[in-house]
């Protein structure tokens, strides 16, 4: 079996991963960690979300977030887009890359963004078609394609439905989401090959939640299927408020120690990704999250304390 030789990170640690604290972030942090992330060599940094700050107070800066980053020339800032209203707010902010999100159970869609499955369809269409004649591109995500916090088991058809719908709709890739972090690699798998009978390959990324565990697993798995866009969260950040219980997302200091032990070129400098995670970790009053980074701080301290 031959894993793919390229490997893209899409870093969701500031949105994804602070959208879920409990304690207020401030605006100057967020700024700082999406600046520290693009200096670690981080080529997708999803910013912020444009949704409404009565369901997601976190992002209520949105519009100052996005004004306040530098952005590097060679690095995409998406922000989330539930409805036009998002999308005008981004628009006006100057998002180059905005990402429309439903879901593959009807009981998360409704929690999440207060619309069925069809209704939300509807509304990401003008979406779609208004970041076409801006020039903006559009990513979709599925959440809950390895299961619902309300409905249990996901069926992998229920999954490719929305994610065909998402593409013919003109999503340039799809994002699926194991929100609340249940995979394993086979049922991973098998979720994937029902997806990939509708979206090319190239077109699907990998985003899960590492609730149990499994997450890099299950991005093994699907490296094995032959996906080659991945979503992290650095120090493992992450939640999402509609799906109680549901840790981070898989570290991105983890897929990168995994990539790189597979001989495949993430681009990402691990110890610059390391300094931030224990720099945003600090901020946030707790230990990184991920394994990796645990590691590589206590072989850096064995090797300061071994004399010259
Ligand atoms: P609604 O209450 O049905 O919206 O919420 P509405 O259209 O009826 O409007 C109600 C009020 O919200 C109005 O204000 C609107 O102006 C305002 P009022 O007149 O009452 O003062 N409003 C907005 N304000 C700012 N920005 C907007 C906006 N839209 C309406 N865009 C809505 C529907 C979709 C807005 C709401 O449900 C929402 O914002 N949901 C977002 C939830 C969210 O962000 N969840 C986390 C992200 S998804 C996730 O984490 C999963 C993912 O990581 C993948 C995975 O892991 O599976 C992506
Ligand atoms: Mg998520």
């Not at 990324?205 to 866009?229: E, R």
Request: charged fraction near 20%; aromatic fraction near 6%.
């Amino acid at each position: 079996m031959t894993l793919p030789s390229k490997v893209r990170i899409v870093e969701v640690g500031p949105r994804d991963g602070l959208q879920n604290e409990k304690t207020p972030v401030s605006t100057k942090i967020k700024v700082e960690l999406i600046r520290r992330l693009g200096k670690a060599g981080l080529k997708s940094i999803e910013a912020t979300a444009f949704v409404s700050p009565k369901w997601v107070p976190q992002m209520a800066d949105n519009a100052d977030v996005f004004a306040a980053i530098e952005k590097l020339p060679d690095v995409a800032y998406p922000v989330l887009t539930p409805n036009m209203q998002g999308f005008e707010a981004a628009l006006a902010a100057g998002a180059k890359e905005v990402a429309v999100f439903g879901a593959a159970s009807e009981s998360f869609s409704r929690k999440n963004i207060n619309c069925s499955i069809t209704e939300s369809l509807e509304r990401f269409r003008p979406i779609v078609e208004a970041a076409k004649t801006a020039e903006i591109k559009v990513r979709g995500y599925v959440s809950c394609v390895l299961g619902c916090p309300y409905e249990g088991e996901v069926m992998p058809l229920a999954v490719a439905d929305v994610a065909q719908a998402l593409i013919d709709m003109g999503c340039y890739e799809i994002s699926l989401g194991d929100t609340i972090g249940a995979g394993t690699p086979e049922r991973t798998k098998d979720m994937i090959e029902a997806v990939a009978r509708r979206v090319p390959l190239k077109k699907i990324a990998g985003h899960y939640h590492d609730t149990f565990g499994m997450a890099t697993a299950n991005i093994y798995a699907s490296l094995q299927m032959g996906i080659g866009i991945f979503d992290s969260s650095v120090s493992g950040l992450g939640g999402c408020p509609y799906a109680v219980g549901a840790s981070g997302n898989v570290a991105t200091e983890d897929v990168v120690w995994l990539l790189t032990g597979l001989g495949i070129d993430t681009g990402i400098d691990l110890d610059a990704l390391v300094d931030t995670g224990v720099w945003i970790s600090k901020q946030l009053k707790r230990e990184p999250a991920s394994r990796v980074a645990r590691a590589v701080i206590a072989r850096r301290a064995m090797r300061a304390a071994q004399p010259a």
